[in-house]
């Protein structure tokens, strides 16, 4: 992505967004592939699993995002593009840095037939889950 909006590249945007579109549509991304089948056989090391449903919707919203800074640059619309290019950089870089995103960090609340709600928190927020009170229950 750095490389194309380097070289202000519709074309290598393009490209991108159909990687991205794969990943988004199918169980493992193409890059997966490559270590899955390749690298990861000279390294002796695991295969990726694959892509969960969250990791598949940050691709689907990367790959919009892609296709409007292609669609921009192909417009001569540079200077939008490479804003909105580099937020992308910078969102998918502290995603892979950090391994943070706004999702990840919220609460996700489920419950059990049968049993209260709980919300249950990241572990590096608190160890044990939280359960509501309900008053259907009395």
Same mark, same amino acid.
């Given at each position: 992505?750095?490389?194309?909006?380097? &070289?202000? *590249?519709?074309?290598?945007? !393009?490209?991108? *967004?159909?990687?991205?579109?794969?990943?988004? $549509?199918?169980?493992? %991304?193409? !890059?997966? $592939?490559?270590?899955?089948?390749? =690298?990861?056989?000279?390294?002796?090391?695991?295969?990726?699993?694959?892509?969960?449903?969250?990791?598949?919707?940050? !691709?689907?919203?990367?790959?919009?995002? &892609? &296709?409007?800074?292609?669609? $921009? &640059?192909?417009?001569?619309?540079?200077?939008?593009?490479?804003? $909105?290019?580099?937020?992308?950089?910078?969102?998918?870089?502290?995603?892979?840095?950090?391994? !943070?995103?706004?999702?990840?960090?919220?609460?996700?609340?489920?419950?059990?037939?049968? /049993?209260?709600?709980?919300?249950? /928190?990241?572990?590096?927020? =608190?160890?044990?889950?939280?359960? %509501?009170?309900?008053?259907?229950?009395?």
């Amino acid at each position: 992505m750095i490389v194309a909006l380097a &070289l202000e *590249s519709s074309a290598m945007v !393009f490209a991108l *967004s159909g990687i991205g579109l794969v990943a988004a $549509l199918t169980s493992r %991304h193409p !890059f997966d $592939l490559v270590w899955n089948y390749g =690298v990861r056989h000279l390294t002796a090391e695991p295969p990726l699993p694959p892509n969960p449903a969250r990791r598949r919707h940050a !691709f689907k919203i990367a790959t919009v995002w &892609l &296709l409007a800074v292609g669609i $921009l &640059l192909a417009a001569g619309a540079t200077v939008v593009a490479l804003v $909105l290019g580099g937020l992308l950089v910078a969102a998918c870089a502290t995603v892979t840095t950090t391994n !943070f995103s706004s999702p990840r960090s919220s609460s996700h609340c489920g419950s059990d037939k049968g /049993r209260a709600p709980t919300c249950v /928190r990241p572990p590096e927020q =608190v160890s044990t889950p939280v359960t %509501h009170y309900d008053r259907r229950d009395q």
